[in-house]
């Protein structure tokens, strides 16, 4: 389900290892001073997919992405990205990859239009005669057609992020890093992003997106990856992750006490009594034989079903905390 | 297996790339209004001197002979209400030992550790534009800078100095005499000669600034360094170290003035200028490609 198989097939694969768009081996980073950040990761991310990067600030995240993009030099380990090792062939690798890494960064006595120029400028592979209308498609691609002119430092938070957004759209990529891409939009924009992430994917563009939103992973990711502490701790296709954490039966119901006290005896586990609302891990067996229990023995039922198992709840199975995020 | 291309056919560099890259980082500093206001400054200091001059020498007369001079060195300044063309030599002489090399340092602190603080430093190197590339562009912008900030000064004399004073033939320092064409050709040459005395701080700069990742301490270590070479060349006791200072030979300039041309010092000038670029400039790019940059 999970399988990039969607996607039309990687015309540049060349053996069969190469399937990966990134592919990390033991890879760490421990800066001077004796901090640990990033401790022995092993990604892949599978060609095609719309791969989600979780976990708390100060997991590691960052650091991972700013050594895929060659910015910093891992302590030990390898990285590849596109079946090319990193740093050493950067060079090679980087104009097939677009990024945008924690947040932008732009020239504020220059207009937006001018930002992009200077980014594509700095880009080898890029041709000079096709940058403005490269630029001009860029712009409109994320909505910033008619600010084009405005001076950057002028521009909102939410059009600061569509301007860094643009930068990695320049030019065809196969592969985006996108960090924390919504951060600062209203919801209309966290839908447009969505929207042009999908876009995007389905042109079978790669797409690496970290983010503490789960909903969002949810929404968009095929694959996700989740790290605590300079570790990962487990990484797959959305569905399997979440598939991993058990739904909860949730009944509704005024006698909450004795529809806990029924749920016990029927072998649920983990059962949580509010007002109104009974929860439990739902017992083997046929529910319905559960439900007629609980009328059986009086509890008036007004509802009765198993929520699905989030991403949320697989997070909390994996680290055993909340993703409660701070900023 | 390395070799085996899993990248489609990327579009080849053309060689001509880095000057693309090198005019974008041209038009970057150059549209900056720090840059702007650092020219303005140094188009005003001919100005200045030049209404002074002619303020004190109105009701008859030249300059006194002693005072002139000041830190200008050379007594050009005492000349300058006979040849207007003098205020170009007095306006350099007055701005190489501070404002000259203080704008440089500026712009030079700025180049990496500026783009470092403000972010766009990792976005140019995803982009990829290569390290040692980048480097070198930043490098040869601020020479260019040096160049135009020298010449922005000789302009702005020119001016003022035929705008308020008589030109035409003038007498050398050595007391012969030049004719005013001859004279217009030895101030573009010390103008010349001026910008490369800034080489060695425009090195040193960009060396600091690839230490750190704030632009302000970066510009700010610079200047700091410029004083204090300044005033450890004023000191007796040092002089067996002060060959080696930048500034040493920095109105060495003059020289220029003679006939003929006396070139000694002029040459030791321009020496000392490529040894501070090449060990400053090896330095930063030592520090500068093998950085981690998280800013």
Redesign the interface.
Known sequence: MGEPSAVEPD?????GA?DAVIATRALTKRYRGGQLAVDGLDLVVPAGSVFGFLGPNGSGKTTTI?ML?????PTSGSARV????VPRA????????G?L???????G??SGRDNL????????????RTRRDRVAAALDRVGLGAAAGKKAKAYSLGMKQRLGLA?ALLQPRRLLVLDEPTNGLDPQGMREIRALVRELASDGTTVFLSSHLLDEIEQVCTHAAVMAQGRLIAQGAVADLAAGARGRLVVTTPDAGEAARVLKERGAGDVVAAEDRVTAEPPDGDLADLNAALVTAGVRVRGFSVERASLEDAFVALTGEGFDVAG | ??R?????A????SPL?TF??L??EL??TF???RTLALLGVLAAVPVLVGIAVRIETDDGGSLGGGGGGGGAGPAFISQISNNGLFLVFTALAATLPFFLPMAVGVVAGDAVAGEAS???L?????????RTR?LLTKYATVIAFCLAATLVVAVSALAVGALLFPVGDLTTISGTRITYAEGLGRALLIALVVAASLVGVAALGLFVSTLTGSGIAAMATTVGLLITVQILDQIPQLDALQPYFFSHYWLSFADLMREPVYWDDLVRNLGLQALYAAVFGSAAWARFT?K???A
């Open positions: 015309r540049a694969s060349g053996e190469e700013r993009m060659g910015l910093i030099e596109l079946g090319r090792p950067a060079r090679a690798v980087l104009p097939r990859v990024a890494i924690e947040g932008p960064a732009l020239y006595f220059l120029l200077r980014y594509d400028a700095a880009d080898p592979t890029a041709d000079p930068a | 297996m390395s085996a291309e899993p990248l489609e990327v579009r080849t560099p790339w693309g890259l005019r974008s038009l970057t549209r900056r209004w403000a972010g766009t990792r976005y140019l190197l995803v982009a990829p534009a290569g980048l093998a981690d940059i998280t």
